[in-house]
């Protein structure tokens, strides 16, 4: 982390789980938990039909709400998709795109990311954008080209002053799920990476001003050192992010000096 330069946010990806009903508990819990005063963003991503109850449940505790997905498209005939304005309308603040679940089970492509993150920020929603390798890409030595290509799709046409809005989240594919967490070497490594091919785009100064996330089998045990790294300005995390003592001590963890 870097507080001095950007923001840190731990943001949570519920994925597929949990239910509206339980979301009034499990923010009680997190903030039995929680730190007093804290010194990041914490925004919780459920799916688009729980993000109001997680905003009125959310409100005194200061939990964002975001979205997990968005069409690329504005409005119309495309049965099943939420547009940015209807999240933006319904109070959402963030939105993840081009999880590797989304590239893997629905096919999404680096030029549909960009769409997407497009046009959350028309909308006034930051984007947190999720780049990433395959095992095989690893094994391969192919790392920092891949994420170097998907991040710089990801952000093309996007200007200086929408980048300020950007979150990029490095969530290597072989570590999400798995209990496989890479290193914080590994991590801050990459991370550092991603912050260079911003730096080659955009110049010095909104590289260092971008909040760059690590994803991939965070919990309360890791959280610590990765977020000690650097280059790494907090966390996009899943399983973890559903237990509530789990997710409060991510977010204790960026206290440290
Ligand atoms: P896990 O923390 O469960 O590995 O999931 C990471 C992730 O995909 C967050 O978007």
């Given at each position: ?18 239910l509206a ?16 005063t ?6 919780l991503?459920t799916p ?6 997680m ?10 709400a975001?979205?997990?997905d ?23 603040k ?13 096919g ?7 769409a997407?993150?497009k046009?959350?920020?028309?909308k006034g929603?930051?984007p ?6 395959s ?9 920092m ?5 998907q ?6 046409g996007?200007?200086a ?12 594919i072989?570590a999400?799920g798995?209990?496989?967490?890479a290193?914080?070497e ?16 955009y ?10 996330l690590?994803?991939g ?7 610590y ?33």
């Amino acid at each position: 982390m870097n507080r001095k330069y950007r923001k840190t946010v731990i943001a949570g990806n519920w994925k597929m789980n949990m239910l509206a009903s339980e979301i009034k508990p499990f923010i009680e819990q997190l903030k039995e938990n929680m730190p007093k005063t804290r010194a990041c963003d914490v925004v919780l991503c459920t799916p688009a039909v729980m993000i109001p109850a997680m905003i009125k449940a959310g409100k005194e505790c200061k939990v964002a709400a975001g979205g997990q997905d968005v069409s690329k498209f504005e409005k119309g005939a495309y049965t099943g998709e939420v547009s940015a304005s209807q999240l933006a309308d319904i109070g959402a603040k963030y939105c993840i795109v081009g999880h590797s679940e989304r590239r893997q089970y629905h096919g999404e492509d680096d030029m549909l990311v960009n769409a997407k993150a497009k046009a959350l920020l028309a909308k006034g929603i930051n984007p947190i954008i999720c780049v990433g390798e395959s095992l095989e890409q690893r094994e391969m030595d192919l790392t920092m080209e891949y994420v170097a290509y998907q991040v710089k799709a990801a952000l093309n046409g996007i200007d200086a002053t929408q980048l300020r809005r950007c979150i990029i989240a490095y969530e290597p594919i072989w570590a999400i799920g798995t209990g496989k967490t890479a290193t914080a070497e590994q991590a801050q490594e990459v991370c550092e990476g991603i912050r260079a091919v911003v730096r080659k785009i955009y110049g010095a100064r909104p590289a260092r001003a971008v909040s760059i996330l690590y994803g991939g089998s965070m919990n309360a045990k890791n959280a610590y050192e990765l977020l000690a790294q650097p280059d790494i300005d907090g966390g996009l995390i899943g399983g973890a992010s559903l237990k509530p003592a789990d997710f409060a001590t991510i977010i204790a963890a960026t206290n440290q000096e």
